[in-house]
């Protein structure tokens, strides 16, 4: 699967952006799916994950409550939702595919950057 992440962008501490990835086939149902973050100097880290019907989502705690993750899959997209965005927030944004585990990992777009000016 071939997947393409957009959306990203320059927004103002307290402000929203979403985010979403693209994906190729006709088999997305059979994946789950999830968005990973990568700020400058640190090591990518997980953000959130839906499942392969969208009927259960998973976040990290310092998303939790502020971004939301959800799946069309007549559209084959994912979206990442984001709300009350903080500098801290600043990375780029990994959507990523598994056809085995919850937390995926087999697959991986090409990021799209999000700025949080404070």
């Known amino acids: 699967v071939q997947l393409q992440a957009s959306g990203g962008g320059l927004v103002q501490a307290g402000g929203s952006l979403r985010l979403s990835c693209a994906a190729s086939?006709?088999?997305?149902?059979?994946?789950?799916m999830g968005w990973f973050r990568q700020a400058p100097g640190k090591e990518r880290e997980f953000v959130a994950a839906v499942s392969w019907r969208g009927g259960s989502t998973y976040y990290a705690e310092s998303v939790k409550g502020r971004f939301t993750i959800s799946r069309d899959n007549a559209k084959n997209t994912v979206y990442l939702q984001m709300n009350s965005l903080k500098p801290e927030d600043t990375a780029i944004y990994y959507c990523?595919?598994?056809?085995?585990?919850?937390?995926?990992?087999?697959?991986w777009g090409q990021g799209t950057l999000v700025t949080v000016s404070s």
């Open positions: 990523a595919a598994d056809r085995t585990r919850y937390i995926p990992g087999e697959y």
């Open positions: 086939g006709r088999t997305f149902s059979s994946y789950s």
